[in-house]
């Protein structure tokens, strides 16, 4: 057992209840844990204390008693016995998990009145102060021993049930014992994989960040030699172009036809790269006058195309970058003209409600050519596409970078079929 006997009883409550017992009946008795730490005691005779386990004869004698009583504890109720000094003391193991623990001790005291001639002569032999010795004597209680023994009797049983009461105290400690220890193994746990993530998180953060400016320097720097190709190649058109045959000049005009192209890949790269690159933090922004802005951006190819736009609800105010919210609506509203089969005015319909009580989200519907569902996370990939450049003009960008703006703000965006037919776009951002 790794606790002590005192840890698991309430001493002070069996001090109280033993005093009133030795009022009532005047046996002394005695309670100690097996390193024989006096836990409670009480009515101890002077004639032992004071006499016989201070003179070292005596005191033998007292230990080969102790010894005894020892030895024969663990399997009696209780035992008893007089010493060789002439005084009888009994005791009762107190046993928690098969573990003697402690010993209740009743005496010392005599079953008759004593026999003085025999301690006046122990006073000569040991060299006590007779008068003391003698008076030491007549203190000590005279108990018959049938009473004594009934009132072993009880002892046995009052260690029986403070044994009871010890290993159910134990168990509890054992049990909140393994509770902290749980709680520890698991808050160490949860603290490694807490640094861990932490770790990669920053690791991520570090890598993206590289990232982003490999391709901002990149694409910056591409687009020079690529000036250069297309500035070259219609050179040689304008110079020679009357002195080449027909398929040269076709040659040309791929090559032409595929720097421009290439241009136009390298630039919406450039944009991509472009997103939160200045570190600006979100701030409120008016969406209604972003929403303006990039309608105006779009009023040629809306005035083209002859699409319907409409808003169809108040545009609230978020936390965004105002650029970045304009360039949304603009990819998307662009999106919905362009996938609209050719002979038909788009009709687009932009709304927006309240998520929860920290985002809005917004709607962008359209009546186009609609989505494959399964495709529905795809087109959020960077250079994905669903149809060729000749179905349709693009790079495959325009929706990653939608993507990034609306993550960095910590919202969501996604795409469903719109009820008979087209595409409902919508995302969520924070409100101010
Ligand atoms: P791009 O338009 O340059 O191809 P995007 O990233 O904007 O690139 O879009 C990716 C793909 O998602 C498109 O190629 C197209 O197949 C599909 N898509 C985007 N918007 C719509 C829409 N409103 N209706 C149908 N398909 C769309």
Redesign the pocket.
């Known amino acids: 057992m790794n606790k002590r006997f005192a840890e698991l009883v309430d001493l002070d409550r069996f001090r109280t209840m033993m005093r009133w017992f030795y009022q009532a009946t005047g046996i002394p008795h005695g309670l100690l844990d097996v390193d024989d730490t006096i836990l409670s005691a009480i009515g101890w005779q002077d004639i032992c204390t004071k006499f016989h386990r201070v003179c070292p004869e005596t005191a033998c004698r007292c230990q080969v008693s102790d010894h005894y009583i020892a030895s024969r504890l663990p399997d009696a109720g209780f035992v008893g016995y007089q010493c060789a000094n002439g005084l009888m003391d009994y005791a009762a193991p107190v046993i928690i998990d098969g573990e003697h623990v402690a010993t209740m001790f009743l005496g010392q005291l005599l079953h008759e009145p004593p026999d003085v001639e025999r301690f006046r002569r122990q006073a000569a032999e040991f060299g006590f102060d007779e008068r003391e010795y003698l008076a030491a004597l007549e203190r000590v209680p005279v108990i018959p021993a049938d009473r004594v023994e009934a009132a072993m009797a009880f002892f046995a049983q009052l260690a029986g049930v403070l044994a009871d009461a010890g290993a159910e105290r134990l168990r509890h400690l054992e049990a909140r014992q393994e509770v902290v220890e749980l709680n520890r193994e698991l808050s160490e746990r949860v603290e490694a994989r807490t640094r861990e993530l932490e770790d990669k998180a920053s690791a991520l953060t570090r890598s993206n960040a590289e990232l982003e400016q490999f391709a901002y320097v990149a694409s910056h720097d591409l687009r020079e030699p690529l000036r250069m190709i297309g500035a070259f190649v219609t050179l040689l058109e304008q110079r020679y172009g009357p002195k080449l045959d027909d398929q040269a000049r076709e040659f040309i005009a791929f090559a032409k036809e595929g720097a421009a192209r290439m241009d136009r890949l390298v630039l919406d790269l450039l944009d991509y790269s472009r997103i939160g690159r200045r570190g600006d933090e979100p701030s409120p922004v008016d969406s209604a006058a972003a929403l303006e802005t990039a309608l105006a951006d779009l009023s040629l190819v809306v005035i083209e195309s002859r699409a319907d736009v409409q808003v169809t609800t108040p545009m609230p105010m978020v936390m965004a970058d105002p650029g970045d919210l304009a360039r949304l609506f603009q990819?998307l509203i662009a999106?919905?003209i362009?996938?609209t089969p050719a002979g038909r005015p788009p009709e687009i319909r932009i709304g927006c409600g309240r998520q929860d009580d920290r985002f809005w989200v917004f709607s962008i519907a359209?009546r186009?050519?609609?989505?494959d569902p399964e495709q529905a996370e795809r087109?959020f990939l960077i250079f994905?596409?669903?149809?060729t450049r000749q179905q349709?003009e693009?790079?495959?960008?325009?929706?990653?970078v939608c993507k990034k703006i609306v993550e960095r703000l910590g919202g969501d965006i996604w795409v469903e079929p719109a009820e008979g037919g087209g595409?409902v776009?919508n995302f969520t951002l924070p409100a101010v």
């Open positions: 990819n999106n919905a362009k996938y359209d186009g050519i609609g989505i087109i994905q596409r669903l149809h349709y693009g790079t495959g960008i325009g929706l990653a595409s776009f």
